[in-house]
């Protein structure tokens, strides 16, 4: 897949790029269609803001940046939320394929509980460097995957992806380990995506939309 090259425009905080309005690219296989977007002037350009006391001239990082970050990642943090409004967070391996995240996790654990309630989640990967490095956020709706087929080409991919640390047998709609435990199995397919370039204070905002017969 190949994304193409983009130019910024460094400013003061704020960087600016200016692909024509409609630009369209893909991020995280080519079955979703992105467009990235902060905010538009009236030339149709689009804007990228830093935070405050973000060094002059800071600029954003590329889509392939981000797909480098998520392409390496070995471990995610995820974000649910409870009944009563307060965050859940742990960490978790999570594996990619055909454009979206996926995870596992015991039936009778936390992130079950929120998600049969609320299945908006976030997911977030990067470093933890002060001065260095991108990490990344991606929103999207946990989605519950009972299809065996499916769970046993997602075994297969936990496997290459952890290099045999995580096998799963599949069975009824689950994940059992050897041990005779189960995991359930979420994907979740990404409305947002959020860069945050470490050391040169820079963020992204990607917005996805379903790619049409015709993109």
Not at 8 to 36: E, F, K, M, Y
Not at 176 to 185: E, I, P, T
């Amino acid at each position: 897949m190949t994304l193409p090259n983009s130019r910024s425009q460094p400013g003061t905080c704020c960087s600016r790029r200016t692909h024509p309005a409609d630009s369209w690219w893909v991020l995280l296989d080519d079955s979703i269609n992105l467009l990235r977007h902060v905010g538009r002037d009236e030339r149709g350009s689009e804007s990228w803001t830093c935070p405050d006391g973000g060094p002059a001239g800071s600029a954003p990082g590329t889509t392939t940046d981000v797909l480098d970050v998520l392409e390496a990642a070995e471990l995610f943090r995820i974000s649910t939320v409870r009944d009563d409004g307060r965050p859940h967070v742990t960490p978790l391996p999570a594996v990619r394929d055909e454009g979206r995240l996926h995870f596992c996790t015991g039936p009778g654990e936390q992130k079950v509980v929120d998600l049969a309630r609320n299945p908006h989640v976030a997911l977030s990967t990067g470093c933890n460097r002060w001065k260095e490095g991108l990490d990344v956020v991606i929103d999207g709706d946990a989605v519950h995957v009972t299809d065996d087929s499916r769970l046993r080409t997602l075994a297969d991919l936990w496997r290459r992806t952890y290099h045999g640390d995580w096998d799963f047998a599949v069975e009824r709609g689950m994940f059992r380990h050897a041990d005779g435990g189960s995991a359930l199995v979420f994907e979740v397919a990404p409305t947002k995506v959020f860069e945050f370039a470490i050391g040169r204070f820079a963020q992204t905002r990607y917005r996805f939309h379903r790619a049409s017969p015709d993109t």
